[in-house]
C-alpha cells in the first residue's frame, strides 16, 4: 500500500476518476438492481469501467463498492455477501490501476438514519469494519467514505476504516447551496462543521462530492479552506448542476467547459481534482491536459 498524503506533499495536484453509476446503467445494470453484484456477475464491465479511467490519465480509481456495506446489501438480500462483493470490487480496480496508481475503497451511506433509531451504532460500525477489511484484502491503498450527509454516520465509518485498516481515510460530504446562500447537507451540516468533526474522527483528506459542478464547488473549497488552509481536499464534481431535459436528466458541462474551470478550483485550494455524476473518461483526459500542461 502506498501513501497518499505523501503523494501530495510535493504539492501536487492529483486526479482521480469519473463517474461509475451513469457507466454500470449504460452497459445493462437495471433500476433496483444491485451495483455491487456486477463485481461478480458482470466483472469485465467493471473492469472496464475502472480501465477507461486510467487510461485517460487519473492517478486514482475508486472502486465499485460505494453501496457495499451490510446495511446497504440488505435491500437486495446480499448482506452475507458483503465481504465478497467488497473484496471483488477492490481486485477489480487494482487489476486495472496496476502498481502505479492509487485504488480508493469506496463506502457510501447505508440509507438508515441513526437518529431515528432504525439501527444501532454498533451494527453500522461492524458493517463498516466488514467492508472496509474487505476493501484492503482486494489492495486499496486508501479508504474513501463518500457522499456523506450526516456526522454521526460519517464518523462511525472513518472510525471502522481507521481501526480495522490503519490505511488513510478520505472523507467527503455533499452539500446543496440553502436559499439563503449557504452550503449545507440534507441532514444540515455545513462545511465548517464536517471538517472538525471528520478529522477528530481519523480523516487525513477531506472534501466535497455529488451535487455541484466546478462552480458551487469552488465556494465551496474556499468555506473549507478559511478554515482549515492545510488538510488536504478532494473535489469529485458533477458535470454540471443537473437539469432535466426531455424526461431525462442531463449533466450540461463538457470537458472543455469543466477544463476550463480547472484552474480556478485548484486556487481555491484543492489538492485532488476528479468527477461524479455526469462525467466521462474524456472529462478527466480533459482535466488531465490542462491541469499537467500548467
Not at 188 to 216: L, R, W, Y
Request: aromatic share 6%.
Amino acid at each position: 500500500m502506498r501513501s497518499l498524503l505523501a503523494a501530495l506533499k510535493n504539492n501536487n495536484v492529483l486526479i482521480s476518476d469519473g463517474a461509475w453509476g451513469t457507466f454500470l446503467h449504460e452497459r445493462g445494470l437495471q433500476p433496483g438492481e444491485c451495483p455491487e453484484l456486477w463485481n461478480i456477475t458482470h466483472r469485465s464491465d467493471v473492469f472496464a469501467i475502472a480501465k477507461s479511467y486510467i487510461d485517460a490519465g487519473a492517478d486514482m480509481i475508486l472502486t465499485n463498492s460505494f453501496g457495499g456495506s451490510p446495511s446497504k446489501l440488505e435491500h437486495y438480500g446480499l448482506q452475507d455477501r458483503a465481504a465478497e462483493l467488497n473484496k471483488a470490487a477492490a481486485v477489480i480496480s487494482r487489476e486495472a490501476a496496476g502498481v502505479d496508481h492509487f485504488v480508493l475503497g469506496s463506502i457510501g451511506p447505508t440509507g438508515v438514519i441513526l437518529m431515528m433509531g432504525q439501527v444501532s451504532e454498533k451494527v453500522l460500525f461492524d458493517g463498516f469494519c466488514l467492508q472496509a477489511d474487505a476493501l484492503k484484502e482486494g489492495g486499496v491503498d486508501v479508504i474513501c467514505v463518500e457522499t456523506m450527509s450526516a456526522l454521526d454516520e460519517a464518523c462511525l465509518a472513518i472510525r471502522a476504516a481507521r481501526e480495522s485498516t490503519g490505511l488513510e481515510v478520505i472523507c467527503t460530504f455533499t452539500f446543496e447551496k440553502t436559499i439563503i446562500g449557504e452550503y449545507r447537507t440534507m441532514m444540515g451540516v455545513s462545511p465548517a462543521e464536517m471538517v472538525q468533526a471528520v478529522k477528530d474522527a481519523g480523516a487525513s483528506i477531506i472534501g466535497t462530492n455529488c451535487g455541484n459542478g466546478f462552480d458551487q464547488m469552488i465556494e465551496i473549497v474556499r468555506e473549507i479552506r478559511s478554515i482549515d488552509p492545510i488538510t488536504p481536499i478532494l473535489v469529485h464534481a458533477n458535470a454540471g448542476k443537473p437539469v432535466f431535459q426531455d424526461g431525462k436528466t442531463v449533466f450540461p458541462e463538457t470537458p472543455e467547459r469543466m477544463a476550463a474551470k480547472v484552474q480556478d478550483l485548484i486556487k481555491s485550494g484543492a489538492n485532488i481534482v476528479g468527477g461524479c455524476c455526469g462525467t466521462t473518461p474524456a472529462h478527466i483526459k480533459g482535466l488531465v491536459n490542462a491541469i499537467r500542461v500548467h
